[in-house]
C-alpha cells in the first residue's frame, strides 16, 4: 500500500504561479513513476505531468513551457511548479504513484483555482 499527501494549490491569479507537493510513504520499491493529474468540472480527470525515478518527465501539451515536474527518490517525493497560471488550469489536482507492475495509487486532490 502507498499513501500519497498533497500539499500546496489554492488560489491565484492569471500569469501567477503554485507549487504542487506530494510526499509519497509506504511499501515503496524503485522505478515507480509520480504525476500529477487534473480534473476541470464536467471534464474527465488528464494528465498534467509524470517523472519516473530515473527523471525523464513527460507534459501534456496544455502546459509544456509553464510547468515543471521534479521529484526527489530519497524522500519519495514529487513536486509540480506551475508558472504562468491561466484559468483553464483551474481544477482538482490528484497525484499520482504508479508502481512498476502498473498498481495505481491517488491522492486525495488538491483545488487549484486560477483567476483571470
Known amino acids: 500500500q502507498v499513501y500519497l499527501v498533497e500539499s500546496g494549490g489554492g488560489l491565484a491569479q492569471a500569469g501567477g504561479s503554485l507549487t504542487l507537493s506530494c510526499d509519497a510513504t509506504g511499501y515503496i520499491i524503485s522505478d515507480y513513476v509520480m504525476g500529477w493529474y487534473r480534473q476541470a468540472p464536467g471534464k474527465e480527470r488528464e494528465l498534467v505531468a509524470a517523472?519516473?525515478?530515473?527523471?525523464?518527465?513527460d507534459y501534456s501539451d496544455s502546459v509544456k513551457g509553464r510547468f515543471t515536474i521534479s521529484n526527489d527518490n530519497r524522500r519519495n517525493t514529487a513536486a509540480l511548479q506551475m508558472n504562468s497560471l491561466k484559468p483553464e488550469d483551474t481544477g482538482v489536482y490528484f497525484c499520482n504513484f504508479r508502481t512498476p507492475n502498473q498498481l495505481e495509487y491517488w491522492g486525495q486532490g488538491t483545488q487549484v483555482t486560477v483567476s483571470s
Open positions: 517523472i519516473t525515478t530515473g527523471g525523464n518527465a
